[in-house]
């Protein structure tokens, strides 16, 4: 019994094992990166890039965030329009947005963010 058990076990693993692999996003065929490794420093470097990019964007919505709260707090409501947050004091200025980008703030639910500004 456990010899056809252990037999009928590597039959499973032999039938899953063989097969061609799937082929993984980004990867070749045979799994190795789409990239060349002499281009892996410039992917790198613009990869750091854009990271850091993103990280700014997130970082200056942070006090616009963090007025957002203090307002919702204190008035029970979100304001009409950001600039509020600066004549009520919570906000020192509205943040410029970057080249290529608009803040969007949503007065329903106190949501802001960056969005791609529209080609003209």
């Known amino acids: 019994m456990k010899g056809a058990w252990a037999g009928l076990c590597a039959a499973m693993v032999f039938a899953v094992g063989c097969g061609r692999p799937e082929p993984v996003a980004g990867k070749g065929d045979d799994g190795a990166s789409a990239t060349s490794p002499l281009s892996a420093p410039v ?3 613009a990869a750091n890039a854009a990271g850091k990019k ?6 200056s919505l942070a006090p616009v ?5 203090m307002f919702h ?3 029970d409501r979100y304001p009409g329009r950001l600039q509020e ?3 009520a004091g919570f906000l020192a200025r509205v943040p410029e947005a ?4 608009v803040l969007r703030y949503n007065p329903a639910d106190g949501s802001v963010r960056w969005v791609s500004s529209p080609a003209r």
């Open 43 to 45: 992917d790198y470097l």
């Open 85 to 87: 947050l600066v004549e």
């Open 65 to 69: 965030q963090g007025a957002l709260q």
């Open 73 to 75: 707090a204190a008035e």
């Open 98 to 101: 970057p080249p290529g980008q």
């Open 54 to 59: 993103a990280a700014e964007r997130t970082a």
